[in-house]
Nanobody, 123 residues
Framework: QVQLVESGGGLVQAGGSLRLSCAASGRTFSSYAMGWFRRAPGKEREFVAAISWSGGSTYYAGSVKGRFTISRDSAKNTVYLQMNSLKPEDTAVYYC????????????????WGQGTQVTVSS
């Protein structure tokens, strides 16, 4: 079992930055790949970024590549999403998730999900 709790969301102006955190409980955290997804109002949930269990591999959606950075600190059981150069279209609820089978773009491969944190980017 892995429980995930996101934090760090908020309201920011376009061009600004936020860092999301996802704290995990459960001693098997280090064996899971981790991902961030988001759901904007009226849209389906979409992949944002993923990181392998070792932290050695990262993957990004094209819309955030070069602006967002995913990282993990296994000693703290935490995964981060640094978001820079934010745009109004980044407004969404952001979710972290844990996948036992490795990094994936597909939400169905993730077994555990946090409750989400709201990010709002004003123009």
């Amino acid at each position: 079992q892995v429980q995930l709790v996101e934090s760090g969301g908020g309201l920011v102006q376009a061009g600004g930055s936020l860092r999301l955190s996802c704290a995990a409980s459960g001693r098997t955290f280090s064996s899971y790949a981790m991902g961030w997804f988001r759901r904007a109002p009226g849209k389906e949930r979409e992949f944002v970024a993923a990181i392998s269990w070792s932290g050695g591999s990262t993957y990004y959606a094209g819309s955030v590549k070069g602006r967002f950075t995913i990282s993990r600190d296994s000693a703290k059981n935490t995964v981060y999403l640094q978001m820079n150069s934010l745009k109004p279209e980044d407004t969404a609820v952001y979710y972290c998730a844990a996948a036992p089978v490795g990094t994936s773009y597909y939400s169905s491969d993730y077994d555990y999900w946090g409750q989400g944190t709201q990010v709002t980017v004003s123009s």
